[in-house]
């Protein structure tokens, strides 16, 4: 097991964006949890440190919880390529889809099994009787019992799922429900309620959110400068080739040393044509090619709009073992687009050697687009959706999952009623492009909507209710 290290952030540093009412609250509420835990800790468990939303979740919330003065630790399980096969397996079918069609059956059983027998043993030497053990996802599921008997209290986060249970979502439930029934786990908690599957004891079912950390180099502020700058050193916008630097949070400056790996016919574009942005991990259910492909549609037209499909470098994201089939067959449909469109669009790989070099330039592309996208098939939360909306982006998200719970349809975002349907996309993308006044305005509510929603205090204010509760009734 790998163990990440991470910083500790006063919780009262959020006070510069919301209320200090919300931040008296919080601070009042992790006073109270650590009492409670009485010099217990909490250990986050999940799959990996880098290239995905759980890790960036974390990364955003346990600084918080180490500044609230609560001991906390965050451990990456360890697998082989088959294990991963068998977890991703689980994670499509959990969203409804067929993924690699492949089966979970006895064999992917004790495969699962033995991966995590491993893991278990380290983890054993750093749970302690009375620790909270936060688990998320199916790839460390198999983990809840066995810390359990060690005298930890277990709560299982699920990030993923969908609303409608289909033959394919209860085969992901079915592999997953020996690891998680009671008394495996203490409490679940979903993204939305409407996730957890019909054998979880509802009194146990809860409801939280993810949130975005508002000085994170993700979305820390940027000017439109520092944007170009940044965008054309790594060869997303034309433009001099000159250093780019950002500010860090200890207010030095520090260049950008990387550039991004771009396919693309003829040069970047100029910095004030409207460019269109999804930012992803290269995942069949982010349906970069249906993007890809509507967005081709639109340009038939006169339309002198651009289209960045960004994601990780494959190789980054040690949990996803269909990246590289994904952005292939992204290459794939991009080579087959005419002429006209595909000298408009950009499949980009942003580096990920560097994890605050990555989210400075999500940051750069979101600042510049003027629409974002994530025209997802299925989706968890989506938390490019809270990002690029806090940047008073105008973002058009499918009518999935949590997409549908961060925009108000018309109001703070546009959203696609059908995820599948191209000719409606490209007519909403359309609209929104040629109407700059509606996009600001849209932009400005959706910021709102995330300070007032989706800021680490009010996740945090919801994490602590629970595991409080949790110690109380131990």
Known sequence: MEEVTFPTTDPRLLATVVSDDRIDALV??????????????????????????????????????????????????????????????????????????????????????????????????????????????????????????????????????????????????????????????????????????????????????????????????????????????????????????????????RRIERGADIVRSGPPPDPGAPLVVQISRWDRLKDMVGVMQGFADLVVGDHDTQLVLAGPVVSSVADDPEGGEVLQECWEAWRGLPQHARSRIAVVCLPMADAEENAILVNALQRHAAVVVQKSLAEGFGLTVAEAMFKRRTVLGSAVGGISDQIVDGDSGLLLAEPTDLDAFARLLGSILDDAPRRVAIGERARLRVIDRFLPDTQLARWTELLAGLVDRA
């Open 28 to 253: 009042g509420q992790g006073e109270r949890l650590r009492e409670r835990l009485d010099g217990a800790s909490i250990v986050c468990v999940n799959s990996t440190a880098a290239g995905g939303g759980v890790a960036e979740m974390l990364h955003v919330l346990l600084p918080y919880v180490r500044g609230a003065g609560i001991d906390v630790r965050w451990l990456v399980i360890e697998g082989d390529e088959r294990f991963f096969e068998i977890t991703k397996r689980i994670h499509n079918r959990l969203y409804g889809s067929e993924g690699d069609g492949g089966p979970l059956g006895a064999d992917e059983h004790r495969h699962y099994d033995s991966v995590l027998e491993g893991n278990a043993a380290q983890l054993a030497g750093v749970v302690r009787p009375g620790d909270v053990v936060l688990i998320h996802d199916p790839q460390p599921a198999g983990l809840s019992g066995i810390v359990r008997k060690r005298g930890a209290r277990v709560v299982w986060r699920c990030h993923i799922g969908t609303e409608s249970s289909s033959a394919c979502s209860e085969l992901g439930w079915a592999f997953l429900r020996r690891y998680l029934e009671p008394p495996m786990a203490d409490a679940y908690v979903f993204t939305r309620r409407q996730f957890a599957p019909s054998w979880l004891p509802a009194e146990l079912v809860h409801e939280i959110t993810p949130s975005i950390d508002p000085f994170a180099p993700k979305n820390q502020e940027l000017t439109e400068e520092e944007v170009e700058a940044l965008l054309a050193s790594a060869g997303l916008l034309s433009g001099r080739q000159r250093d780019a630097t950002y500010r860090r949070p200890d207010g030095t400056s």
